[in-house]
């Protein structure tokens, strides 16, 4: 690693100045950020850690009856947390890497991150979720712009993201085993107004929604209502884990296996 | 350089560290407590594992400076007072959950973690918490049995030995 300092801000207000700082970047359970600083792909001059922040942290029911989770809530505490206001996200949380990950990790990190395997992604957009930043609230439908890319600004924090509450819903992820994150991923959920299917580890685009599925299942919410249909392979990722083709179909197997799971 | 101070075993420490100073490394380094092994340095193998604040984490994933104030456990603080094994070191003896030792400090604070949560956990349950727990020699079934014995339960039908 370069060398760097560290600051321990406790109120968001004097993350969101620090972070105005050139070379200053924001550090949340550090399970993605320290690696990767470790191989010197990033060189901070400061890292802001949003640890220490009261206002970010657990989670809350909204007016709305929505699901609020502070943006340095780890994996660990949503999948405790949620586990009766809302068990698909509780599910999805107690699935991520390994105990210690889930111990530090959080979500604020993950979104932020935008890993094109990474779970919480697909929770996000497959919930119709909001982040809520220091400056703004964005929808996740504008939030997720391709891998490793999302709406945030140089500095922006993700302080809250709020997740209405599906009649039903369920994460399948196929697991890679050494990394331990999904190969393919997808996350139904059904509203009063619809299905949302959103689909991780596939995309060199990063997560997205299977259009088609969710029309078929907002038709009729059965595995049997995909049955004819078939993923594209067209642009999904290609690697010594799985073709695009091979993806393709666990695209499909998986999105049966959640709306089975979630009926 | 900044000064940090943390409980670690019970007691009173402090050191000079840079930011970029990893918990693992001041435990090591700093204070050497050596029992806390570096297995991979990349977040995978969990032989660093550690408590801080209770809660399991890899020390090779978290910078020194992020402990400032805690409350640290080590492998050198889990044998009993007089310094005889506590039950879960003395399950890992008993049912050889270890062979060449270099994953066990990491195993055994997993397992005091997943004791703490789970007391009566399935051999499911401690297999999937020991997820992020590699192990390059014995093949897992003992480790398993061993933390399956220091929770108390019967451990006859459990795999080989
Ligand atoms: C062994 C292992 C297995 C894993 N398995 C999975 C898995 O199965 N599924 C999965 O989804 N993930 C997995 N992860 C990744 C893990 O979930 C990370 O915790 C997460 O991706 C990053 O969160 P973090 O809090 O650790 O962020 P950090 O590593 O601290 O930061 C990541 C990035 O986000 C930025 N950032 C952090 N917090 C915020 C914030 N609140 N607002 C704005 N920017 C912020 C940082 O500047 C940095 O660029 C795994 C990681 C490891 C090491
Ligand atoms: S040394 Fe920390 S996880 Fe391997
Ligand atoms: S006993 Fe050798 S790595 Fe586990």
Redesign the pocket.
Known sequence: MYAFEIERPSTIGDAASALGHDGAQALGGGQTLIPTLKQRLAAPEKLISLTAIPEMQGVCIGDAGEVCIGGATTHATVARETAKSYPALSGLASHIGDPAVRNRGTIGGSLANNDPSACYPAAALGSGATIVTNTRKIAADDYFQGMFTTALEPGEIITEVRFPVPQKANYQKFVQPASRFALVGVFVAKYADGVRVAVTGASEDGVFRWDAAEAALSRDFSAAAIEGLTASATNLISDLHGTPAYRAHLIKVLTKRAVMAAA | MTQVSMTVNGKAVSGDVEGRTLLVDFLRGGLHLTGTHVGCDTSQCGACVVHVNGIAVKSCTMFASEAAGAEVRTIEGMANKDGSLSVIQAAFQEHHG???????PG?VMSAAALLKENPKPTEHEVRAYLEGNI????GYHNIVKAIMAASGQDVAAIAAE
């Open positions: 270890l062979q060449c030792g270099f994953c066990t195993m192990c390059r020699c014995t």
